[in-house]
């Protein structure tokens, strides 16, 4: 399967959604890539997710490609992590899953 992973969340008024730039310069837009790459690497105690060499390897992918194969299994993990997600807001989440089920077609 292929995650694209320049698709950019949006707001309510399909105005681009930003974040500050980890450099504390300015803002950058939220991508898919950019949303799975902090949920992958985000703590998973008690929630399944990818072992520590898997997710970082996964999370190089993510940063440096356009399009990235995953496994189904790969790929069933990153949206059940998604979806158990505490951390993010029902607006990016709901966007992320809408995102990844266009995968599967």
């Not at 698709?7 to 837009?29: A, C, I, R, V, Y």
Request: hydrophobic share 40%.
């Amino acid at each position: 399967m292929k995650i694209k992973t320049n698709l950019l969340l949006k707001n309510l008024k399909d105005e681009p959604l930003t974040m500050p730039t980890g450099k504390g310069k300015g803002q950058e837009k939220v991508t898919l890539g950019l949303l799975l790459i902090n949920i992958i690497l985000e703590p998973h105690k008690d929630k399944p997710g990818f072992r520590p060499l898997d997710a970082y390897k996964l999370a190089q992918k993510l940063d440096t490609q356009k399009e990235v194969d995953v496994t189904a299994t790969e790929f069933l993990q990153i949206k059940e992590l998604v979806e158990n997600n505490e951390m993010y807001l029902p607006l990016v989440l709901g966007q992320a899953l809408e995102m990844l089920n266009n995968c599967d077609k």
